[in-house]
């Protein structure tokens, strides 16, 4: 599944005589890794009632409560999560609480988040802190938000996305003074933040894009088109995210900024480098923002195509004006 191909994976999956707890672990993350939530829990159920096999492992929850997370699904997790240690006896690992953290942080349920973390039976790992900062980020949570970047720093102190984060917690609460003394910070300890890149295969050749990128030769063509989009995608309805841009700027300069970020130059390569109707396979380095989430929407809306794109987090798969994380990423 990992090049976003679910059918085909469902069709080998359909055609094994014997399936094994390993080929149900598989179907079920990668159902959850493409936004297929519910069919992630359906073939859980589904493994579930077949006796033949052994009973379901730690691999098969982290499965399991990775689709509720993605799926908003708070009290479902909350019963696997039982299920996981009463009935199968499983000891839970960082995995599976880290699951819960961001199930309860994605909810909005950032209080009870970090109760979880806190009362974890274990020492909270990056990700656990990592996944509270991300929700604290997404809800606008300052307090709740220097503490998980605090805990974090102490574990991995040159850790970029989590200056990024706090930073952009400020930003997006209008405290630009805060937002930019934890830029400094990163400066006077040597920390760099990672560079957003977006790449599409053509033709067997990789094509990388940074944002604003100047340096491919078919720039001017992409540009050009990308401008095209732009409006197009306007008229139908689509409005610039400009919080997205977490810098004390102009609407206007926003707006440019947004309009040539590395998925957006990539997505407008693509269509120009191959036939109507041809899907997108998009791969970005970071999470996608929430302009190019919901601008990608509308451009697989306008141009008629599907377009998968596969960011830190997950599989997302535009089409029809709609993605396959339901919006909740």
């Known amino acids: 599944m990992n090049c976003g191909r679910v059918d085909l ?7 094994l005589s014997e399936r094994d707890i390993v080929s149900w672990n598989s179907m079920i993350a990668g159902c959850n890794q493409h936004g297929f939530d ?19 492992d730690h691999i098969t929850y982290v499965g399991v409560l990775s689709a509720c ?29 880290a699951c819960m953290v961001d199930l309860f942080g ?6 009870e988040a970090y109760k979880f973390v806190e009362n974890m039976p274990m020492e909270p790992d990056v990700i656990a802190w990592g996944s509270l900062l991300s929700s604290c980020k997404v809800y606008k949570n300052v307090d709740l938000a220097k503490v998980a970047a605090e805990r974090l720093l102490l574990i991995e102190p040159n850790n970029s996305g989590a200056y990024s984060a706090l930073a952009n917690v400020y930003s997006s609460c209008g ?5 930019a003394k934890i830029r400094k910070l990163m400066k006077a300890r040597g920390v760099k933040k990672e560079q957003g890149l977006s790449w599409v295969q053509i033709q067997n050749k990789t094509h990388v894009f940074g944002v ?23 008229k139908m309805g689509f409005a610039p995210d400009t919080e997205s841009v977490l810098h004390d700027l102009g609407v206007e300069v926003k ?11 990539a997505i407008a390569f ?22 190019c989430h919901n601008a990608i929407k509308f451009i697989s809306k306008l141009v008629d195509r599907e377009i998968i794109v596969r960011d830190a987090t997950r599989f997302h798969h535009f089409k029809d004006g709609s993605c396959s994380c339901k919006d909740y990423w």
């Not at 994605?106 to 209080?111: I, K, S």
């Open 69 to 97: 997370t993605h799926g908003g699904l708070v009290e479902q997790g909350r019963s696997y999560f039982d299920l996981m240690k009463n009935a199968h006896k499983i000891d839970p690992t960082l995995s599976h609480y």
């Open 106 to 111: 994605r909810a909005g349920l950032l209080q």
């Open 270 to 291: 693509g269509i120009i480098s191959t036939p109507e109707n041809t899907t997108l396979r998009i791969m970005k380095n970071l999470r996608v923002c929430n302009d």
């Open 38 to 56: 519910n069919e992630a829990l359906q073939f859980f159920s589904s493994m579930l009632k077949d006796t033949s096999l052994k009973p379901p």
């Open 9 to 15: 994976a469902l069709a080998q999956f359909e055609l």
């Open 175 to 179: 405290k630009w003074d805060d937002a």
């Open 212 to 234: 604003e990128d100047g340096l491919h030769p078919q720039k001017d063509e992409i540009y050009k088109m990308m401008d095209k989009i732009w409006k197009e995608i306007k």
């Open 255 to 265: 707006d440019q900024i947004l309009r040539y970020h590395s998925e957006k130059l």
